[in-house]
T-cell receptor, first 116, second 115 residues
Framework: AQSVAQPEDQVNVAEGNPLTVKCTYSVSGNPYLFWYVQYPNRGLQFLLKYITGDNLVKGSYGFEAEFNKSQTSFHLKKPSALVSDSALYFCAVRPYSNFGNEKLTFGTGTRLTIIP | DAGVIQSPRHEVTEMGQEVTLRCKPISGHNSLFWYRQTMMRGLELLIYFNNNVPIDDSGMPEDRFSAKMPNASFSTLKIQPSEPRDSAVYFC?????????????FGPGTRLTVL
């Protein structure tokens, strides 16, 4: 069975500094990896995904993530944090399958706070 | 597109009452997911459908929970009887699943409080 670990419940970053939200995964075979963001009292919003190809993927709001197969990691990054980036971030994984029908497994979430 | 629509947005009920949550997925999507989010347990997948057929209901807590998808544009999650520990935010999400690589789109959620 697949799993996702987000080792930090809380990350605090000063506005303008680079940010990293960590994610490691475990899955049989090749992974599909996703990042979602949740703002207060809202549903999750898709940020970016890795399916295949270039290990560095770019997504919404200036976020990017790097797929590292040897370290089984998919850390979320942004060069310069904004106060509006403060939210709850979820990493998710599902295994590649010819048949689809594989459920998405989410991490426990990391609360990112950008300090003005 | 209006996105995934959920109703009601808030529900307050008393223990023992029946609760029905509703979801309208994005038109054209063929997969629908019901999640529950609490502070203690985080985000849990309850059940998901593909082409209106339940594929995995292993996350449904117990027999008090049931879900249906009578057609491609509507799904319900029912709790009968409800208990205080069912209090949570329930999310519906949908996707067009061609092999697992498409993202899910989440609705705004239903905040359920069982007194």
């Amino acid at each position: 069975a697949q799993s996702v670990a987000q080792p930090e419940d809380q990350v605090n970053v000063a506005e303008g500094n680079p940010l990293t939200v960590k994610c490691t995964y475990s899955v049989s075979g090749n992974p599909y990896l996703f990042w979602y963001v949740q703002y207060p009292n809202r549903g999750l919003q898709f940020l970016l995904k890795y399916i295949t190809g270039d290990n560095l993927v770019k997504g919404s709001y200036g976020f990017e993530a790097e797929f590292n197969k040897s370290q089984t990691s998919f850390h979320l990054k942004k060069p310069s944090a904004l106060v509006s980036d403060s939210a709850l971030y979820f990493c998710a994984v599902r295994p590649y399958s010819n048949f689809g029908n594989e459920k998405l497994t989410f991490g426990t979430g990391t609360r990112l706070t950008i300090i003005p | 597109d209006a996105g995934v629509i959920q109703s009601p947005r808030h529900e307050v009920t008393e223990m023992g009452q029946e609760v029905t949550l509703r979801c309208k997925p994005i038109s054209g999507h063929n997969s629908l997911f019901w999640y529950r989010q609490t502070m203690m347990r985080g985000l849990e997948l309850l059940i998901y459908f593909n082409n209106n057929v339940p594929i995995d209901d292993s996350g449904m807590p117990e027999d008090r929970f049931s879900a249906k998808m009578p057609n491609a544009s509507f799904s319900t999650l029912k709790i009968q009887p409800s208990e205080p520990r069912d209090s949570a935010v329930y999310f519906c999400a949908s996707s067009f699943d061609q092999g697992g690589y498409n993202e899910q789109f989440f609705g705004p959620g239903t905040r359920l409080t069982v007194l």
